[in-house]
């Protein structure tokens, strides 16, 4: 998995993987839920820490899929002193990425209240 600086978002346009051409760290990708909080960790190869971050109960306030391909998503990490960093996170695997998406589909799903 590769992590990406993205251009700013422009409103209408949307992400697109095919813009992203500065690769800024290499590693792999950790989700843990406790509690009912989703929190995700980039980790390189000797677990040093890139960049981490709580996944919102809007998952899609900080994790938004790429127009252009199935293997990109755009994440939005948190800044330890405040505000955060949108990052482009590139997977090499189909698979892999899509197991990351549907991770946050399966929690959303989870939370939804039903009344009759």
Do not use: C, H
């Not at 990406?4 to 813009?19: A, E, M, N, R, V």
């Not at 938004?64 to 996170?89: C, F, H, I």
């Amino acid at each position: 998995m590769t992590i990406f600086k993205i251009p700013p978002l422009s409103t209408s346009k949307g992400y697109y993987l095919d813009d992203w051409k500065e690769m800024i760290w290499e590693g792999g990708v950790k989700v843990t839920e406790k509690n009912r909080v989703i929190k995700i960790a980039f980790i390189d190869k000797n677990g040093k820490l890139f960049g981490e971050t709580k996944v919102p109960p809007n998952y899609k306030e900080a994790i938004v899929k790429t127009m252009d391909s199935s293997r990109g998503y755009a994440v939005r990490l948190e800044n330890p002193k405040g505000g955060y960093l949108w990052v482009g996170v590139a997977f090499r695997d189909r698979n892999d990425a899509f197991d990351f998406g549907v991770v946050f589909q399966d929690e959303a799903n989870r939370n939804k209240m039903y009344f009759f």
